[in-house]
Every structure is written in C-alpha cells, then in structure tokens.
C-alpha cells in the first residue's frame, strides 16, 4: 500500500526567504507524484507532478519539486516565498496503473511580511 | 469552460436526516471521487468510480452513499448513519488512470445542526 508523509504541518518563511515543504512517499512500485495548493475554502489545485521523467519538476508560481529514489522524497521548493504563496499544500502519491491518490495530511505555509 | 461544479457550496443538516451533495463535470472524465477533508487529518476517500454504473467503496464509505447514473454526474448522500458528517467535502475527476492527477471541485462545507 502507498503513504504520504508530510513533515511538519505548519511551516512559517518570511517574504523573499526559500520555502521548502517536505513530503516522503512510500509505494512498492516507481510512482507518480503531485503537489497540489488549497487556498481557504476552496478546492485544490495542481502545482505540478512527477510521472517518470525528468526528475527534477518545475510547476506553476514558480514551485519546483525533485523526486530523489533513493530517499523516497518529493520535497517542493521555491526561491523566494511572496505573501500569495500563503496556502495549506499537499503532497498525493499515485501507484502507475491504479487511478486512486493518496494524500498527505498537508502542511499549511505561513508566510510574513 | 470544462471544469467540476460542487453544489451547494455550504449545507446545513439537522440530526438524523439525509443529504446529497451534488458533483457535475463537463471534462469527458472517466472517473470519479468523494474526499472528506478534516482539519489536520488531510483528504480522506469515500468513494469512486471508474465507470457509469460503478464505484468502489474508499477508506470512509460507511454512512454515505453514491450513484453514478451518468458519465457527468457522481452525487454523494450522507445518511443519517454517518456519526460525525460535519466536515469539507470535495469531488474530483480525472480521465482515469494515475498519470493525470485529478481536478477538483471547490467543495461543499456541510455542518449539522
């Protein structure tokens, strides 16, 4: 069976320091991989994804994520955190032939000015 | 605009009646799912389907329900067996295997009352 697990459920950056959200996954077969963002009362909405590509990925807002099989991680990165980017972001693991997503528990980004 | 609509967008329930929540997409989507969404605890499965006429109970199927008469449409019930209804709920779609990740609706907040 797969799992996500997000390390740290509230990250706090300042505006213009690096974010870095972490996810790890397990699966017992190469996965695919997604970030998705949730603004309040809303839905969630794809940042970008991994499906055996390129290893390192880059989304929309400027995020970027590097899949790394050998620590089984996922983690997102942005250069330089922008209020906008204050949001709860999950992290979703996806076995290839299955349709289902498991997700993380989310990690809400807090960001100050 | 091809996209998930969720209706209503906040429903209130008094103890020991039923509700359903309606999820209506216009992608040509194949597949079909129910998250619930509890603060800390991430997205949970309810319920999907892969194909009209089918669906597959998730993680939390007990105290709901689904249909899926139709390609479009995959509304959820929340029965009066359901112990603790009160929480986000979010439908999602995606053309059917893991590769896409999903599109979500923007979900509906039931409470009871």
């Known amino acids: 069976a797969q799992s996500v697990t997000q390390l740290g459920s509230h990250v706090s950056v300042s505006e213009g320091a690096l974010v870095l959200l972490r996810c790890n996954y397990s699966?017992?077969?190469?996965?695919?991989l997604f970030w998705y963002v949730q603004y309040p009362n809303q839905g969630l909405q794809l940042l970008l994804k991994y499906t055996s590509a390129a290893t390192l990925v880059k989304g929309i807002n400027g995020f970027e994520a590097e899949f790394k099989k050998s620590e089984t991680s996922f983690h997102l990165t942005k250069p330089s955190a922008h209020m906008s980017d204050a949001a709860e972001y999950f992290c979703?693991?996806?076995?290839?032939?299955?349709?289902?997503?498991?997700f993380g528990k989310g990690t809400m980004l807090l960001v100050s000015p | 605009d091809g996209g998930i609509t969720q209706s209503p967008k906040y429903l209130f329930r008094k103890e020991g009646q039923n509700v359903t929540l309606s999820c209506e997409q216009n992608l040509n989507h194949d597949a079909m799912y129910w998250y619930r969404q509890d603060p800390g605890q991430g997205l949970r499965l309810i319920y999907y389907s892969q194909i009209v006429n089918d669906f597959q109970k998730g993680d939390i199927a007990e105290g709901y329900s689904v249909s899926r008469e139709k390609k479009e449409s995959f509304p959820l019930t929340v029965t009066s067996a359901q112990k603790n209804p009160t929480a986000f709920y979010l439908c999602?779609?995606?053309?059917?295997?893991?590769?896409?990740?999903?599109?979500f609706g923007s979900g509906t907040r039931l409470t009871v009352v």
């Open positions: 999602a779609s995606s053309p059917g295997t893991g590769l896409y990740g999903y599109t």
């Open positions: 699966s017992s077969v190469p996965p695919y």
């Open positions: 979703a693991v996806s076995d290839q032939g299955y349709s289902t997503l498991t």
